[in-house]
């Protein structure tokens, strides 16, 4: 019989701050509910101790700015390395699938990391991602982030990657943080529709939810054929969220795990850490262990109340025809995409609300017929208090050829020697070589 | 003095043990009234040293294992109230059961409220079944025991005589399923562990014999008879807590340790660190249904003396006992006849095996001395994986805190303690291999009833205080209710948990001889309850223990203290 692996890690010893949302109290009522279910003896059930993840497993995804150490807490390195603990279960065969019930969350954390954002300083999943393509040679991996937020830190840390599939399904950005996520965010040229926003609108209950999932996810993911789904099982587009205005049920949340069938979910947001909390993370439980969930009922519960609007279907029925069709058409060539400059660049500004830090950033991502082509990035960062930092970095990806990779150390090179003869513009300089 | 008494399937042992000194050991085959046997090894041991003398008696019973085994699961029946969660008929319930509408949630808040007429109709099927006991489980009944205590209160005055128990008053336990299971094996086992109670109190009555009386929990805690009754399950399993702490008897207090108690068919492992006996993580099971009950964390290897050796398909093959060892007049080769043979056991010479040895060894078509090196490495090898397992499972028991992942690598024992016949050989052997420091502590056939004698009596109380909700409830059973004053921080929270340990304390009359009876403080942590942006409460947990182990360790030598030595 084959497992479902659990590492519960509540973190009852760290908060952001004493009222945070993102705080001790929030998985509690959780702990509460999935162990007086007595679901833990279930046999079919593998509870695993948390590990820490390493600095290198961190390098790999992000620029901490100044460095790992001064971004994270234990409670971070915790976080992560509980994801990559199910990663090593799972490709050891001894589970089938697994859940991270794990805080503090990621999916806001981008590439650069200057500070927190949205609740988040590092990813978990883009670590958990990068962690098993270097170490066991997974290629093709899909990311299905179902927190009610755009996950807009995965986004950017898999961008340019034409082998990470990422889909968003989220509360439209015009409604709510981090009011990205739209459908034209769809890729860099090298990884053209590589990116999937499927942006909601408030309102939303388990049947619109339901019907992205059949006919946007599913049908984009067997045309992928990834070779492992991760699931950023985020929480809050509960209909009791505090922080936004969706209406979906613990059974929605079940009924969507049971269809995508990741192989690990790692939890993100949910902040009605009594109302939706206990009964979505049981739940999701229960189906991702193959259990009967439709017992899994919140007390506030009251169908009529949970009906979805016509117009809301309406809104849902054309961003599934969008998709259909933006899925059916020929992928346009690679390198008319770079267009005539054979770069790609943008510019851009980065707001970090939880630490009030408003960053520069410009990228480049060259076109390279071999393989993904080297991405660079240079930023820098006002800050409400601290020191601010300017930053010049370089990233070789995973699947590089040898052209790109020997370049971008020339590259850096010829950076350090700047700065080594006092011509350098920045603080710091990163080279990323997963 | 105290005597120790542990009624095994086979014998009864006793012991009577005075200081650090072991005066008298007893054993005798165990009677099919258990009663009955304790009773026989006590007056022995009292007739000897005077009954006036016996301070203090300790058993440990395979009975609770004995009534359960004779599956009276059909007289019992569980109403549950599971409100919103997994669906009840995936979960393993001990007895057949009916699902009541009510339901409490985490904080203890009614949302659903019980259905008396729904109660009234489960009630009516089960008694057209022959279900004449019926306990009530209703999900967090010990944050709230409102549902349990009504559903209870209507079948008393309903049917008065239909036998009830409510989960709650049998553990504060935060696991539903463990707590229904408790609650009906209860009710399967009070009536006749009443009666067994009763018998040994008038049966020492009889002899004269006043002190108090205490039964060996599964956690290697004593519990005062009188308790015994309310919490029954407590003492299932007491059997190996009885071994591991008699091989503490004579160690190091503060050793850090494996005891490997080798049987005729199995061997029993378990962990010992700072002189405690490591606890399994979640609980235990009888048959295949969760308890909430905690034990030992053991683990068994299907190898002991007893177990044969035969040639199979070419090989060497271990199976199971056929018999006792060949050169004890048994059918088949087993593994204390290869400790003959080797040299590593004195109850044979080893000519009396060397013939069948070199018969197999022969029909593999080798030499005897491989055939015995295969057999110890096939049993070392085994030993070896099984501890591996045990250790990597204690290393990896879940974490809920920073501190427990950052805290140092758990440092593994790196010494054995053995117990059973093939002990001194098989232990020598491994401590050859593996440069372990191995002990076979004297007495070694009566360690158990010594490990009762010895055990101290234990107490653990994880308090859950809601000061929102003003109620709190504790781990263990009828412990629990409305909280008399709001308390304001950790420290209020930790006193008020100290004051329920000592009020607890004396009516499980710990001893008041060690650490002053203050315990030790497992855990203690605050949750702020924040509401639109304001402390509308604080959530408490506080854990508080006297942990498990070995009273005093005994002197080794002689069995008589010397003149005056006696009474220090």
């Known amino acids: 019989m084959k497992k479902t692996g659990l590492i519960f890690f509540p973190a009852f010893d760290w908060a952001i701050s004493e009222t945070h949302p993102e705080r001790e109290e929030r998985l509690l009522y959780t702990r509460d509910q999935i162990f007086e279910e007595g679901i833990l003896d279930n046999p079919k059930i593998l509870e695993y101790k948390p590990r820490l993840a390493t600095n290198n497993d961190i390098n790999r995804v992000h620029f901490c700015v100044p460095d790992v150490d001064s971004q994270t807490t234990s409670a971070h390195f915790i976080s992560a390395g509980s994801s990559l603990k199910l990663g090593d279960a799972l490709v050891n065969g001894e589970i089938k699938n697994g859940f991270a019930l794990v805080r503090p969350p990621g999916h806001h954390a981008m590439r650069i990391v200057h500070g927190n954002r949205g609740f988040c300083n590092i990813n978990n999943e883009a670590i958990l991602v990068e962690y098993l393509r270097a170490k066991y040679g997974f290629k093709k991996i899909a990311i299905v982030d179902t927190d009610v937020h755009h996950g807009d830190g995965t986004q950017d840390i898999f961008y340019h990657d034409p082998d990470v599939l990422f889909i968003s399904v989220h509360q439209d950005g015009r409604t709510l943080y ?26 939303t209950t388990d049947e619109g939810f339901l019907s992205v999932c059949r006919q946007i996810i599913k049908p984009a993911l067997a045309v992928f054929q990834p070779e492992l789904i991760i699931n950023s099982a985020g929480q809050d587009n509960h209909f009791t969220d505090p922080l936004a205005n969706m209406k979906v049920t613990a059974q929605g949340y079940a009924k969507l795990t049971e269809e995508l069938k990741p192989d690990l979910a790692v939890l993100e947001g949910g902040y009605a850490i009594e109302t939706a909390l206990p009964y979505v993370n049981l739940s999701i ?22 009906k979805q609007s016509p117009e809301t279907t309406r809104y849902i029925t054309q961003i599934i025809n969008y998709w259909q069709e933006k899925l059916a058409q020929d992928a346009p060539d690679k390198e008319s995409l770079f267009g005539p400059n054979r770069i790609y660049t943008r510019r851009r500004n980065i707001y970090y609300d939880t630490d009030q830090i408003s960053e520069e950033q410009q990228e480049f991502v060259e076109y390279c017929p071999d393989c993904p082509g080297l991405y660079r990035v240079i930023s820098g960062a006002k800050k409400a208090y601290g020191r601010d930092y300017r930053i010049w970095g370089i990233s070789i990806p995973l699947y590089a050829c040898p052209h790109c990779r020997h370049r971008a150390y020339e590259l850096w090179g010829e950076e350090l020697q700047k700065k080594s003869i006092g011509n350098g513009a920045y603080d710091f300089y990163c080279l990323q070589d997963k | 003095m105290h005597i120790g008494v542990d009624v095994g399937g086979t ?27 304790i009773e026989l090894v006590i007056a022995q041991l009292a007739a000897n040293n005077g009954a006036e003398n016996i301070d203090k008696i300790v058993i440990s019973t395979t009975l609770i294992t004995n009534l359960l085994a004779e599956k009276k699961h059909e007289s019992v029946g569980l109403l549950l109230l599971p409100g919103p969660g997994v669906n009840p008929a995936d979960l393993n319930f001990v007895c057949p059961t009916v699902v009541i509408r009510g339901a409490v949630d985490y904080r203890g808040r009614i949302i659903v409220e019980a259905d008396l007429r729904e109660v009234q109709q489960a009630v009516e099927g089960m008694l057209a079944k022959g279900i004449n006991s019926i306990a009530v489980a209703c999900k967090f009944s010990q944050r709230n025991p409102v549902l349990e205590n009504k559903v209870i209160e209507y079948l008393g005055q309903s049917y008065p005589r239909v036998i009830t128990i409510a989960s709650h008053r049998v553990s504060g336990l935060l696991n539903w399923l463990r707590r229904a299971n408790g609650a009906a094996l209860t009710l399967m086992i009070s009536e006749k562990y009443h009666f067994f109670i009763r018998q040994i109190e008038e049966s020492l009555a009889k002899m004269k014999i ?25 003492s299932v399993f007491s059997g190996p807590a009885a071994s591991a702490l008699g091989a503490l008897a004579f160690a190091d207090k503060n050793i850090t340790s494996v005891v490997m108690d080798i049987g005729g068919t199995t061997t029993d492992l378990a962990i010992i660190l700072n002189g405690v006996p490591l606890l399994s993580e979640r609980g235990a099971f009888i048959d295949n249904y969760p308890i909430p009950v905690r034990g030992l964390a053991l683990t068994s290897l299907a190898l002991g003396g007893d177990t044969s050796i035969t040639a199979q398909n070419g090989r060497v093959s271990l199976g199971p006992r056929k018999g006792q060892a060949y050169c004890l007049g048994g059918p088949r080769l087993t593994i204390t006849d290869i400790l003959v043979y080797l040299g590593k056991s004195d109850i044979s010479s080893s000519e009396e095996v060397v013939g069948a040895l070199g018969e197999l060894a022969g029909s593999l078509g080798r030499k005897p001395q491989e055939i015995a090196a295969e057999v110890i490495d096939i049993f070392m090898d085994t030993l070896e994986a099984k501890l591996e397992e045990m250790f990597h499972k204690w290393e990896e028991e879940p974490a809920y805190h920073i501190w427990q992942v950052l805290s140092q690598q758990k440092k593994r024992p790196a010494a054995i303690i053995c117990l059973g016949g093939p002990a001194d050989g098989l232990g020598a052997l491994w401590g050859e291999r593996k440069g372990w420091d191995v002990q076979i502590p004297p007495y070694s056939p009566v360690a158990n009833a010594i490990g009762a004698a010895l055990a101290k009596t234990t107490l653990r109380l994880e308090l859950h205080a809601d000061t929102e909700q003003m109620r709190y409830s504790t781990n263990l059973g009828s ?23 000592r009020e607890l304390s004396d009516k499980w009359s710990l001893e008041k001889d060690y650490t002053g009876n203050i315990p030790e403080t497992i855990y203690e942590e605050s949750f702020n309850l924040i509401r639109d942006w304001h402390t509308s409460g604080k959530i408490f947990q506080i854990g508080l223990q006297t942990p498990s182990g070995i009273q005093t360790v005994l002197h080794p030598c002689s069995k008589k203290a010397p003149e005056g030595g006696a009474k220090q």
């Open chain 1, 178 to 203: 981090p009011g990205s996520g739209f459908v034209d965010e769809a890729g860099g040229p090298g990884a053209h529709l590589k990116t999937i926003n499927i942006p909601l609108p408030p309102g």
């Open chain 1, 285 to 306: 439980l229960l189906a991702l262990a193959g259990e009967d969930y439709s017992k899994v009922v919140e007390p506030q519960y009251k169908p009529h109340e949970l």
């Open chain 2, 11 to 37: 014998y009864t042992d006793g012991v009577i043990i005075d200081h650090d000194r072991v005066i008298q050991t007893v054993k005798i085959p165990t009677k099919k009234n258990l009663a009955h046997s």
């Open chain 2, 210 to 234: 006043c002190c108090p009386i205490y039964v060996l929990k599964a956690d290697g805690g004593t519990l005062p008879l009188e308790l015994a009754l309310q919490y029954p399950l407590e």
């Open chain 2, 479 to 501: 412990v629990g209710g409305p909280l008399a004053t709001k308390l304001k921080n950790t420290d209020e929270a930790k006193q008020f948990a100290l004051s329920i340990f």
